[in-house]
């Protein structure tokens, strides 16, 4: 059996770009807006390429769920380097939860001895597909992922977590689901660009999956948050500490 | 309608983490809740008896199993799993503890789960934040359905001590998978306050120009009593160790006072200091975005500012 890669990828808005609320309050404005890779699937791409090219993998396999313009975001990671596509299609975008019976459908089909996803996509900022994937996948997962050493049926992930670095082994298969630090990701040239328009890239309508695409969560409303408001300017240090004295921010 | 919430302690195996009082803090903010807190761990006792010490929480189950030594998300998420039946609610912190666990929990329930709870409208209505903090959205869970949620415990007040709940140990309802083993932890000690729980927080950006220029925020931070923390770009730089990060993708906090020293003020370092009390920024630059959103804002020359405030403490 081939030893395959499958990476999740999600298309959101740039990161550059500075989101507007829709005045109805019922979502984000994405029309004419610049979309692209989800920066962390991204790194989670760059990584798999990198195992592939140290030979600990044959294939890397990308996988995304969303209607068709998807394809474009699908077609750079061809460019970067992925051998082939996976498009599931469904208009209507996919809570985490879906998202995960999805990919676990591809799961079954592509097995992989290994699946890579980014810790969030910066849109909706959940961060559960990938843990959700490996409970449904009974596997195990590695979460925010700064490095991966892949040994003989398993991994030592060394994980970002609050109080510093944590080190799992994880048996293979297992999803990890990486974090900023793991990499940094190529700049794709222009003739990988042309060769990715030949490259394998297949859609499956989500229907074909046996795969509800249920809403379990009902967004009740979009709203700015609070804007904090501008203070003083003080002169000195002097000034500075004074203020702080006098407000009481340096004694508990 | 009444709800019963069970939420996960967050511990190191002897100490409660400072998160798992907020989840209580906002567990509490649903209406008629019976709050019930779960350890998982080796030897629950004392961890046990400070959740059992928190006010608001009614009881504390503890599920002993050595498996359990270590916060592994595979581990524990079936034997919450299988707890999770009765409750209306499952909670966590949304630290990397919680952030790792919890959606394994939600999957394993079949339920959707809802990130990063900032506010409770209701017991199944909750707002969080999306795009990085730039935009709050309003959620809805459907009433007959659990609710699996992390909490933004920069959101929510620790709840206080004093409380008596009763304690009652369980055997563990599953035997967890070994597919997963802990290896190590590079956890630096230190006997600084905790980055995430601070009342006071010395944070240093890219201007600070090296690792050893960073030293002189700690000596600050000890004047002060305070913890130091770093933007994402010094921490790129490596002048600070990750886990100090702030922001976005670091940790999100909201300490009484934050001192931004060097910090230019990306919207993602914002995103993670937005809810503190006073922001404090030093800035060469008068237009640094930084200074925004600081409650007070000096403009000049870091390496002149800090030791003389050093001195006037």
């Not at chain 1, 980014?118 to 490996?134: E, F, H, P, S, V």
């Not at chain 2, 002048?239 to 976005?248: F, R």
């Amino acid at each position: 059996m081939m030893k395959r890669i499958v990476v999740g990828i999600k298309r959101v808005v740039d990161y550059n770009v500075r989101i507007r609320i829709k005045p109805d309050g019922s979502g984000v404005v994405l029309d004419g807006v610049k979309m692209s890779v989800n920066p962390f699937d991204e790194i989670a791409l760059e990584e798999a390429l990198r195992i592939k090219e140290r030979a600990g993998a044959e294939e890397v396999v990308v996988a995304t769920i969303g209607p068709s313009d998807c394809q474009a975001q699908l077609r750079t990671c061809l460019a970067m380097g992925a051998d082939r596509a996976l498009h599931v299609l469904s208009d209507a975008p996919t809570e985490p939860l879906t998202t995960a019976r999805i990919l676990l459908k591809l799961i079954e089909r592509e097995q992989p001895f290994l699946v890579l996803l980014g810790k969030q996509a910066i849109d909706d900022d959940n961060g559960q597909t990938g843990q959700m994937l490996a409970a449904l996948w009974q596997r195990p997962q590695a979460t925010f992922a700064s490095k991966i050493e892949l040994g003989e049926g398993k991994a030592q992930v060394t994980r970002e977590v609050d109080a510093g670095l944590e080190t799992l082994e994880v048996d293979l298969p297992a999803v990890i689901t990486v974090d900023l630090r793991l990499n940094e990701p190529r700049y794709v040239k222009l003739p990988e660009i042309m060769k990715a328009k030949k490259k394998p890239l297949e859609t499956l309508p989500l229907e074909s999956l046996g795969v509800a695409p249920g809403a379990h969560l009902t967004t009740v409303r979009v709203a700015a948050p609070p804007q904090r408001q501008k203070g003083i300017q003080v002169e000195n240090a002097a000034a500075l500490v004074a203020t702080l004295k006098e407000k009481g921010l340096l004694t508990s | 309608m009444s709800a019963s919430i069970l939420i996960v302690a967050e511990h190191d195996g002897t100490t409660l983490g400072a998160g798992t009082a907020r989840c209580v803090a906002c567990a509490a903010t649903v209406a008629q809740a019976e709050i019930t807190v779960v350890v998982c761990a080796t030897d629950a006792s004392a961890v046990a008896r400070q959740a059992a010490a928190l006010r608001g929480v009614h009881r504390v189950l503890t599920v002993e199993h050595p498996i359990h030594a270590h916060p592994l998300a595979a581990a524990i998420a079936p034997q919450i799993a299988a707890l999770g039946g009765p409750y209306t609610h499952v909670l966590g912190p949304s630290s990397t503890f919680g952030k790792d666990l919890m959606p394994r929990i939600a999957a394993l329930l079949d339920t959707a789960q809802v990130s990063d709870i900032m506010a409770v409208e209701g017991p199944h209505r909750f707002r969080r934040p999306i795009y990085a903090g730039n935009a709050i959205v309003t959620v809805e869970v459907p009433a007959d359905t659990k609710v699996v949620g992390t909490v933004r415990t920069a959101s929510f007040r620790a709840a206080g001590v004093g409380g008596t709940a009763q304690i009652e140990k369980i055997d563990a309802p599953v035997e967890p998978p070994s597919h997963t083993r802990f290896v190590s932890t590079s956890a630096a000690k230190s006997d600084r306050p905790d980055l995430q729980t601070a009342a006071r927080v010395i944070s240093g950006g890219r201007a600070l120009g090296s690792a050893e220029a960073f030293q002189m925020l700690y000596q600050l931070a000890d004047k002060l009593g305070a913890a130091v923390g770093a933007s994402r770009a010094a921490v790129d730089a490596g002048y600070a160790p990750n886990e100090l990060q702030v922001g976005q993708t670091g940790k999100i906090i909201a300490p009484e006072l934050y001192v931004a020293i060097g910090i230019s003020g990306a919207i993602q370092h914002l995103t993670g200091i937005k809810d503190a009390r006073t922001i404090v920024a030093i800035n060469k630059d008068p237009e640094a975005p930084i200074f925004e959103v600081a409650d007070i804002g000096l403009v000049g020359d870091l390496f002149e500012i800090v030791p003389q405030i050093e001195k006037l403490l």
